[in-house]
């Protein structure tokens, strides 16, 4: 299974982003899809996730009631809006999927995903 992400930029702290996950390969295997993110000299994050049946959603505390994760048109295919940024939201992003429950990709470290995109730049300027 490949991940490509797009919609990454630059957007001023307030403002909206939003970010596009595509999928390709064997897609029947995927059942949940998220976002990691990993700032400059920190860790990577989980940030969002979703069962592709797109019952269950998952946030990670620091951007709930911001951001926003949907599936698109394409089952195994999701999009993350990023309203009311901060610069502290700058980082890259990275799409993931795994072929377990969705809630695996919640994983301190990303222990539960499965594949990974390559990521997208997101910075957030004050």
């Known amino acids: 299974v490949q991940l490509v992400e797009s919609g990454g930029g630059l957007v001023q702290a307030g403002g909206s982003l939003r970010l596009s996950c595509a999928t390709s390969?064997?897609?029947?295997?995927?059942?949940?899809m998220g976002w990691f993110r990993q700032a400059p000299g920190k860790e990577r994050e989980f940030v969002a996730a979703?069962?592709?049946?797109?019952?269950?959603?998952y946030y990670a505390d620091s951007v709930k009631g911001r951001f926003f994760i949907s599936r698109g048109n394409a089952k195994t295919s999701v999009h993350l809006q990023m309203d009311s940024l901060k610069p502290e939201d700058t980082a890259v992003y990275y799409c993931?999927?795994?072929?377990?429950?969705?809630?695996?990709?919640?994983?301190?470290?990303?222990?539960?995903?499965?594949?990974w995109g390559k990521g997208t730049q997101v910075t957030v300027s004050s």
């Open positions: 390969g064997r897609t029947s295997s995927v059942y949940g």
């Open positions: 993931t999927a795994t072929n377990g429950p969705a809630r695996s990709l919640t994983l301190a470290g990303g222990g539960g995903i499965d594949y």
């Open positions: 979703m069962s592709v049946s797109g019952i269950s959603t």
